[in-house]
């Protein structure tokens, strides 16, 4: 990387244990994050998959959303009114997924929130976290104090031997299931713990104070099963767990619907529901649930091994001259064995098992419309 | 004939009139786990510098250049069929394609082993 671009890119708590691990660095949404580890990317994904891997977000958004008035029901209809998601009906210790929608019914980001019983914590995108802030300050102010939590750490631990490495420590966590979330003591250092991530692995996303992060990674990554993971291998299982990178799957002109992440609005919201609507791009979002959208993102599977990358066009048949979409995400899949990608589509052509084209390098690949996860997830539910 | 170098990181080995052709371990380093190689079909004329081949990590696609215009006499099935192979033996046993030298005089400013092992070691 430029030796000015280095200069500028900010650092995680977990920045001299990367390197003292021999992790290759590159720059990633302002920061300097590990690409990969000695172990490699293909070997990193697959250890996580089989034991348990230990993943650095901490260039991640984490922001607490306190009620004024004292009472969470106030926060929760407070983010209610930014969300197409239900959260005055979680539940204390509970978390859910979301997205930040835009007036046309776009996507500004997508989050985490978990109810912590007197607050919500929330956790978004590096890329995005300094926009949230400023878009949860203007709308929520009122109802809300939005405290951001610079001084915090985050890693993720995941795979089928992370419950068992992090029970070492923290007993406690073999009671919890998918998407339970709360503060929990680990040796000493206040985190805040949820059974969740972004590999379609079970595991934990933990929060920690800065100053500790690098005494509690080292902590987890004295368990022979624990390895640790670079970016690389966590960008091939969220792709093979079929889940979106915001500002690559997702974004601004994507709607939840469009996205295919209808899933993640509950009936309260819908409409007939008992707070339909509501939130920006309401009207567009709820008449795409109940009419359908042009297009639609897929999962999509090249024929062959050579992987089908972002931005290749997508074409209806061999000889096609106008693409019908492109793809968002694409590479190949350690544990799949086979390149993957995903993309959007005409809705007449997201039907699983239908054939199209992406252009790589001049030529025509084949590839169907298959469903996603393309590897099977693993939560405890 | 010792080994070339080019300053994309193929390497070349001259035996007569034959040239194999791979990239170097630094550039396999640097790619990390190769998944996908696709390799010029046996007859094709490459030009110097064109992009022949194409070596793919988890990660990235890379394009490999021909260092000198010929026609190519063999590939490497192994590597295709078992990518990783380059991983293990980018300048040995895994070699890419083999040409037949077009013009010999295009090797004149290729770089030579250790000239290219000083900056580019793994």
Known sequence: MLAQEALSLKRTPLHALHLSLGAKMVPFAGYEMPVQFPLGVLKEHLHTRRSAGLFDVSHMGQIALRPRSGKIEDAALALERLVPQDFAGLGAGRQRYAQFTNDAGGILDDLMVANFGDHLFIVVNAACKEADEAHLRKHLSEACEVNVLPDRALMALQGPKAEAALARLCPGVSAMRFMDAGPQNIAGFECFISRSGYTGEDGFEISVPAAQAEQLARMLLDDPDVQPIGLGARDSLRLEAGLCLYGHDIDETTSPIESALEWSIQKNRRTGGARAGGFPGAKTILDQLANGTTRRRVGLRPEGRAPVREGAPLFSDQLATHPIGSVTSGGFGPSLNAPMAMGYVPAALAAADTQIFAEVRGQRVPMRVAATPFVPNAFKR | ?122
Do not use: C
Request: charged share 25%; proline share 2%; aromatic share 6%.
């Open chain 2, 1 to 122: 004939m010792s080994k070339l170098y080019t300053t994309d990181h193929e390497w070349i080995l001259v035996d007569g009139d034959v040239a194999t052709i791979g990239i170097s371990d630094y550039a396999q380093s640097n790619l990390g786990d190769l998944v996908f190689v696709s390799l010029p079909e046996v007859g094709r004329a490459l030009k110097k510098s064109e992009a022949v081949a194409v070596v793919e990590s988890v990660k990235a696609a890379s394009d490999v250049y021909s260092p000198i215009s010929g026609e190519v006499v063999e590939t490497n099935a192994d590597v295709v069929s078992d990518p990783a192979q380059v991983n293990a033996d980018a300048e040995g046993k895994a070699w890419l394609f083999k040409l037949k030298i077009a013009d010999k005089s295009e090797l004149e400013g290729l770089m030579d082993e250790a000239t290219y092992k000083k900056e580019h070691t793994v």
